[in-house]
């Protein structure tokens, strides 16, 4: 992937930089980061994210199943037991229960791997092994002229190394 890949050393350049590139017109920028930042993520206008939402609908359908599955097969298979209800919910909470924390993790694992482009076999040939100790990365993917004044721009929000990639 051609682009311009800026090294920063610090978290206020990096939120810094983020904000004139996106100002400048470069909206598709790959950041690393060594730590979680919730600063890069409004300078990238992430607002929340879509797993909890997943992890509730698996949660729901989990606890729906548990009554179902349970209630069903107290009715196709029923057996009276000193004249109580077929179909009595405090012996089905356990199943319930188990089914909707399966349920819930199972959801949020696919998820967050399908959310996170996950799992990555091969490491992004922009990554630095600096960017997991104490630097921080901004990749700007650019072809032909737009290359060059995204490579001038990098320079100017104080990148301490510029790398151009082809």
Do not use: N
Request: hydrophobic share 40%; net charge negative; proline share 6%.
């Amino acid at each position: 992937m051609s682009g311009v890949l800026g090294h920063y050393d610090t978290l206020h350049g990096t939120v810094d930089a983020i904000e004139r590139l996106r100002a400048a017109g470069h909206k598709d920028l790959e950041i690393y980061s060594p730590i979680p930042s919730p600063e890069i993520e409004e300078a990238m206008d992430i607002h929340s994210s879509p797993v909890g939402l997943w992890a509730l609908i698996g949660g729901i359908t989990g606890c729906t199943t548990g009554v179902l599955l349970t209630a069903g097969t107290s009715l196709g298979y029923p057996l009276v037991t000193q004249g109580k209800p077929m179909v009595s919910l405090p012996p089905f909470v356990v199943f319930m229960f188990e089914l909707t924390v399966l349920l819930t993790g199972i959801f949020g694992l696919v998820a967050l791997l399908v959310h996170t482009r996950r799992p990555v076999i091969k490491l992004d040939s922009t990554y630095r092994t600096d960017f997991s100790v104490d630097k921080w990365g901004i990749f700007v993917p650019a072809e032909g002229d737009g290359r060059g004044s995204a490579e001038q721009l990098v320079r100017d929000t104080g990148a301490v190394v510029v790398e151009v990639t082809e």
